[in-house]
Structures are given as C-alpha cells and as structure tokens.
C-alpha cells in the first residue's frame, strides 16, 4: 500500500483563493481538505472546491488535444494542435489583419496575465472577458471615482456592513470568501441587506431593503439624500477631498427626494432613512457590494454613487471601512501582459472603441460587438477565435446570437475540461489542466493584497496549465515568452526578491496594510480627490454626476410590451454548487441540485396554476426556457427570479440540450440596454411571461 502525501496548494473553482490540502495517493489525488493556515479561508472549503476530485478524474473529461473530422472529434499531438492554430491566426492575421482573431475567457481563473500577454502580442485589440459587466466595470468606475478599487475590510472589525446585492455565503466573490464575512457578523456587527429576494442573509439582517431589481443607483441617492438632509456627512472630508460636492449636492437634493426614490425602488421611505442613518452614524462601516448592481443600464453609475457614500460618511480608506490594500509587491498583471506591445493602430481598432469610452479605457470589449463583427462584418469582419475557459452559447445575453456568431467562425479552438456546447462548435480543443495541475501566482489579480502559491499536486492525462498553451502556441506565432511556466513566474516574482521556489515554499505574500493614505497624497484621481463629479467623464461630454437612468425594459419604461411580458425576470441566481455553467456533470454536486430553478411568489404561481416543482415555461421577447418551479414567498409577486447556466452534459453531443433551460435564450444583448459608458449587459431586469409547460 503506497502511503497518502499531503501538498498544499490554493483551490480555483470558483474566483480562487481558499488553502488546500490535497491528499495523494499514488499519484492520485483522492480527497481534498481545508488548509487551516489559509489567510483567506481559515480552514473552510465549500461543496464546489470540494467536489474537485470528480471533476478532475471525471470519465468525460478531455485529457488530450482533439480536432474535429467530418466523423467527429480525434485524439491527435499537442504539436498537431499547436501546429494547426498557429497556422490558421498567421493566414486570417496575413489575410484580415490581427483584429479578426478574437480570443476570449470568461469569469478571472487567474490566467489574465498571460490571456492579455498573448492577444497583445498576437497584435489584436478584441479580448473578450466578462468585465463589461463584471468586476472589471467595478474597477473601471472606482477609478475613475477615488483612483483605485476600495474592497470592504472585513479584518479590521466594520461595526455595520452593508451587502448590496451580494451573497458571499454563496457565491465567495473576488477578493473575499463567505468566511470573511461571517467572521465580522459574528463579532455582531449591524447588517443592513438590500437584496429583492429574502435569502439567508437577508433573514437576519437588522434592515433588509427589499428594492425593484436594478434600481440601486436610486436608492444610492436616496441615502446620499438622507445624509445630506441630516448633515450626517463627514464635513472636514467632502471640503478637503471631494470634488463637486456643491454640484453633487444640488443634484441629490433637486432629483432625488425620498418619495421619488421610494416610488421608484418600491421601498419605504422610512426604511431608507433607518438603513442611511445606521450606515452613516455606525463607525466603521463597510460596503461590500455584488456583481446584479453592476448588470445593467446603471452600472458605472451606481458604483460611483456607492463609493460617494464610502467617502462622504469618512469610511473611505478607514480600518474597517472599505479600504485600499495595498498590493504584494509582484509584478502587475499590466506589466506581465506586455501591454505596450499592441501598436496604438491596432489599439484603434478595437470593437466597440468609440462607443464604450471607459470600456476602452480598460480595454475591455463588449462581447455583443464581437458578434456584430463575426455576424455583420460590422465594422470589419472577425474570422477566427480562440475561447479559454468560457462557454458563451450558456453564460452570455441573448445565446442564439452567440449560437449564431461562434457557428461562422471560419476557425475555432476552445480550451476547457469537457466538451460543452461551446467547446462542440470547435475545430480544436485544448485539454486545460485544473487546479490542481498548475504551478501559479495565485490571486495576482485581486485587490485583497495576498498572492498565494498553487503548486501543481498531479499531472493528469496529457492537459496542460492554461499558462503553458498560451506560452507554447505563443512561441509558435513568433511571440517572446521564457521557456517554462516556473521562468515566467520567477519573472513575476522577481520585484519580491523571492523565486518560485522560494515563494512556493512560503505560502503567500501580504502587501503591507496602510490606512488614510490620501491626507499625505490625495487620491489616485485627476483633481486627487473623490471626483463625484468626474472630470474623466465630463472630458467625453456625457454627465459628468451619477444618476438613477430607467431600465429600458421594465413595466415603467414599457407599459405596453409589459401587458405581455408583465413580469421581471432577474436571471442569475446562483447555487452554492455551480459556478455559471460548470459541474453540472458532477454526481455529488447534481445529487445536491437535479434540475434548473425559477422561483416564483406563491399568489404569482397560483395565478398560472403553477404548483412547486412543476416545469415553466419562461418567455421573453427574445426566446424562451423550461425551469422547475420552487415557490418562494420572499420574492415580490412581481419578480421572477432563474437560475442561469444550464445546459445538460447527459443531452447527447454536439447540442447537450443548450437551448433547453437557458436562460440567456431570454436576455438581451442590444446596445440601447446595456451601460453607456462600460458596455454592460443587463442580465437582471427583463420583461418576462410564465406558463405551465405542459399547458404549452
Ligand atoms: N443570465 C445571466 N448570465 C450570466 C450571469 C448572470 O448573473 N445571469 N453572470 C455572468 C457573469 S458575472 C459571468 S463572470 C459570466 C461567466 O461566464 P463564463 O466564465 O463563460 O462561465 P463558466 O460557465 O464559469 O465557464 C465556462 C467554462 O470554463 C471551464 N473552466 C473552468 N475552469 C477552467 C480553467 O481553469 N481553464 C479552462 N481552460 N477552462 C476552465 C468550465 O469547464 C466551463 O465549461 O457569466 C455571466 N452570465
Ligand atoms: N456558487 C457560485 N459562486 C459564484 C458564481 C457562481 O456561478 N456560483 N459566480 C461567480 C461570479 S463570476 C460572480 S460575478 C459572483 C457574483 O456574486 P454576488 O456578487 O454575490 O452576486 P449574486 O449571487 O448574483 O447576487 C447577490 C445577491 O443580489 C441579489 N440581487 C439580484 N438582483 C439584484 C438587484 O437588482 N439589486 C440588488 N441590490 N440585489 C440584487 C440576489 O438576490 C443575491 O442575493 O459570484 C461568483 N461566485
Ligand atoms: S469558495 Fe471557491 S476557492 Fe473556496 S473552496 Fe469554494 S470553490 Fe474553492
Ligand atoms: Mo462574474
């Protein structure tokens, strides 16, 4: 009997960062537990991390590169597939120039440095993420607002948190997990939750502001004007260190009376100016705030209205408030991906460029453009594509477009673990390494303060770390890249004095913490204050103050599409057991989750003759999806809240039922919805019909 090691290494199922220790057995990872001296998780892992083991021995995992045949997909060389992608890029780049490759991932899995590095140096501006409206909105609008992203700071005690439309119990998002939280709840802080859906935390929450679905922006105001009629604001810090207070203040006090505000988000006033006067008055006090207030009309706007919030009440950059960690010491992602090295014509090209002007100030492309670019050759045609870890055709708005665009690529390789309905429109597939494969710098791109080291546990089949197939097809297309995985990191590593060796034997690295930074320098912004009144968007010539914008599809905005559509539709609840479209080929993780989810108010279900459990039809002017009722009375008669990501492994190849129960069959994707500044999609608040499925 061979003996059980134990490695330690940091998990990545979802946005990453919880320790691990892998248990293996000849040369089989056969159980992974929580790391008690993780930083991050204290010991915690959550059903997905652990659920890791089937993932990676799963019996339809892909563990070699593939190309497709008239007869379907064959097993065939690294240096085949390498070969064949390399040569397709140098013919489309020869032909169409290096703007007609896109490449594109999805949610961060850590892989940014060297996704960036590679489209860079391909010489093509459209990479596709999903920061349009996720995460990357969220930096590209704290900015521009106070210089850099102000995460809430669980670890020096807030007395009062407000979580805005986030759930980390479930969904451990970016720089923080559920533990963080729970932590600091414990130690009894007040909890204010605005949220549509009364969940766990929502239940125990001292103020629950049960809002319309994304109209967080007004209610922002709502508190800002609370704060300003009660003089509740911090008077030293909006006269030293914001700018256009004044402006700021006619704006909140003209627009956004409290019964404006109530009519608008359907909450009580009297409950608005409780949850403002408790935020305001309790110090410290942190915001931590989710992805649904960044996926719509209102994105950009909304988080400058929250991070005014953070300033004015004097919790900006104060332990226990929301805070500026300051980074490790590493090399940044902007330096790893050679940015410099994409020339300012093709930077010119990007798709969407002129339209999206903070997006193209970060570099990000709306995918909608990509599919004008492939379906309309609009403005110039996209040919060919490379998509890593992503699966459009189920995580994007309005997939049969998506369907559509990636079906006419004349060229595709996909990198992923399985064979979805995205990776089945490919021509080639790269079998990717999980976690537990990969050697990396972990957490890099956070702004929590920590890398961590993820030291590879095993070799499986022959998959590759995603970092070695973008460095080798990299090498292939003449770009400059160091011999190995380990190189490129000690590279990374190097401002740290320490190697990958080195840094693997230690653990983690922690910036140091530094509070009240801007009385020595201001902050990172053009006037170096908190610009509420941005001078970066009054340049443009759009309104340079944050405001409440309709969404375009609501019953106020369309009362007469509403009398066939008459309900809301906030599509992307998630499940403490899937991550967007993934696991559902998971046997502990199904057993947990069988079927796709829409909840419904009881009266609301009632009215359809819809019991619990029984199968809806979901409708929306764009398509529609079949989900299984669960009937839940802490929704509004009027919201319908869907699961998002499914498609079903078990469905026969090439289609595995995409279209079945998907939600995004039903999202929109048109410009006129999305965030005028960011490109960002409104995935939460659409107009939507229900019926029985077997009434249809
Ligand atoms: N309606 C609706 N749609 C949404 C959302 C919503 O709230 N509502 N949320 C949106 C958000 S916030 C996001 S970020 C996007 C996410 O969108 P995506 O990132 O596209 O979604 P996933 O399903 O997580 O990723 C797809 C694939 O990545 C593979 N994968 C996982 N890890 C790795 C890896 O390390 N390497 C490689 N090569 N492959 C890997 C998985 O097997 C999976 O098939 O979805 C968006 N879609
Ligand atoms: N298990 C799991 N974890 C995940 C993911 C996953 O798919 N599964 N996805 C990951 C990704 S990429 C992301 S971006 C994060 C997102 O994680 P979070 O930011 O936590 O976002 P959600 O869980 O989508 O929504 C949080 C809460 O907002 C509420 N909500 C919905 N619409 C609105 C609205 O209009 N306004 C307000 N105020 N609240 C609203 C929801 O009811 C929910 O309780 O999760 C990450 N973690
Ligand atoms: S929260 Fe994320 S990092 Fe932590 S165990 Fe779960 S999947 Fe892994
Ligand atoms: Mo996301």
Redesign the pocket.
């Known amino acids: 009997m061979s003996e059980v090691q134990y490695v330690k290494t940091v998990c990545?199922?979802c946005h990453g960062g919880c320790g691990v220790i892998a248990h293996v057995k000849a040369g089989k990872v056969v159980k992974v537990e929580g790391d008690p001296d993780s930083p991050i998780s204290h010991g915690s892992l959550c059903t997905r991390g652990l659920a890791i083991t089937q993932?990676a021995y799963h019996p339809n995992r892909i563990l070699h590169p593939m190309k497709k045949t008239g007869g379907g997909w064959e097993r065939i060389s690294w240096d085949e597939a390498l070969d064949t992608v390399a040569e397709k890029f140098r013919e489309v780049r020869d032909r169409h120039g290096a703007e007609s490759i896109m490449i594109g991932?999805?949610?961060?899995?850590?892989?940014e440095s060297h996704f960036s590095r590679f489209g860079n140096m391909l010489g093509t501006p459209n990479m596709i993420t999903?920061g349009h409206?996720?995460?990357l909105s969220r930096i590209a609008a704290t900015l521009t607002t106070c210089g850099r992203h102000p995460a809430i700071d669980y670890a020096n005690n807030p007395k009062c948190m407000i979580m805005w439309g986030c759930n980390p119990l479930w969904t451990n998002p970016d720089e923080y997990k559920g533990v963080s939280f729970w932590r600091a709840y414990e130690k009894g802080a007040k909890l204010i939750v605005i949220d549509p859906r009364k969940g766990f935390l929502a239940k125990r929450a001292d103020v629950w502001l049960q809002l319309r679905p994304g109209t967080d922006a007004a209610l922002a105001l709502g508190f800002h004007h609370v704060i300003i009629e009660e003089e509740l604001y911090d008077k030293d810090f909006v006269s030293n260190f914001v700018h256009g207070w004044e402006e700021f203040k006619d704006r909140v006090r003209n627009d956004y009376p409290l019964d404006r505000v109530s009519e608008i988000t359907w909450v009580d006033p009297e409950q608005i100016r409780e949850a403002a006067r408790m935020y305001a008055t309790t110090k410290p006090a942190g915001i931590h705030w989710g992805?649904?207030t960044e996926?719509t009309i209102n994105c950009i706007d909304f988080t400058r209205t929250a991070v005014g919030l953070m300033a004015v009440t004097g919790n900006l950059d104060a332990p226990g408030g929301n805070v500026f960690h300051q980074p490790p010491g590493t090399r940044s992602i902007a330096e790893f991906s050679s940015h410099r090295s994409l020339s300012n014509e093709q930077r010119a090209k990007m798709l969407g460029g002129d339209r999206y002007r903070l997006a193209t100030r970060m570099t990000i492309v709306t995918p909608k453009c990509a599919w004008d670019a492939i379906l309309n050759e609009d403005p110039y045609p996209v040919k060919a594509g490379w998509l890593?870890?992503?699966?459009?055709v189920?995580?994007?708005?309005n997939a049969r477009e998506v369907y559509d665009a990636l079906k006419k690529l004349d060229f595709l390789a996909v990198?992923?673990?399985?064979l979805?309905p995205?990776?089945e429109l490919a021509d080639i597939f790269?079998p990717?390494?999980?976690?537990l494969e990969?050697n990396h710098v972990a957490d890099n791109w956070k702004f929590h303060g920590y890398v961590l080291a993820r030291r590879k546990v095993v070799e499986i089949g022959e998959c590759w770390?995603?970092h070695k197939?973008f460095m080798e097809l990299g090498k292939r297309l003449g770009q400059r890249w160091w011999d190995t995985v380990e190189d490129a990191l000690d590279w990374l590593l190097e401002p740290t004095g320490l190697t990958w060796e080195q840094f693997k034997e230690k653990g983690c690295l922690k910036g140091e913490s530094k509070f009240y930074k801007y009385k020595e320098k201001g902050f990172s912004t053009p006037t170096r204050k908190v610009e509420l009144l941005s001078t970066i968007i009054e340049r443009w010539g759009a309104d340079p103050l944050p405001k409440y914008t309709e969404i375009p599809e609501s019953p106020v905005s369309q009362p007469e599409l509403a009398k066939k559509y008459p309900y809301i539709l906030n599509?992307?609840?998630?499940t403490p057991t899937f991550?967007?479209?993934?696991n559902r080929q998971l046997p502990w993780l199904r057993e947990i989750r069988p079927d796709p989810i829409v909840e419904l108010h009881p009266e609301t279900a009632g009215k359809h003759g819809i019991s619990d459990r029984d199968w809806v039809s979901i409708e929306s002017p764009r398509g529609r999806a079949r989900l299984r009722a669960k009937l839940n009375n802490g929704i509004d008669p009027m919201v319908v809240v869907?699961e998002?990501?499914w498609w079903y492994p078990e469905i026969e190849a090439p289609d595995h039922g995409w279209d079945v129960s998907n939600?995004?069959m039903l999202?929109d994707n048109s410009h006129e919805s999305m965030d005028p500044l960011m490109g960002a999609?409104n995935?939460?608040v659409l107009l939507c019909n229900i019926s029985r499925y077997e009434d249809r």
């Open positions: 990545r199922s993932l991932q999805g949610t961060g899995r850590d892989f999903a409206m996720c995460y992805v649904p996926q890593i870890g992503t699966n459009p189920v995580s994007r708005a990198s992923d673990f399985f979805t995205t990776a790269f990717a390494g999980t976690w990969q770390q995603d197939i599509a992307g609840l998630r991550f967007h479209s993934a869907a998002h990501g939600i995004n999202t999609t995935l939460r």
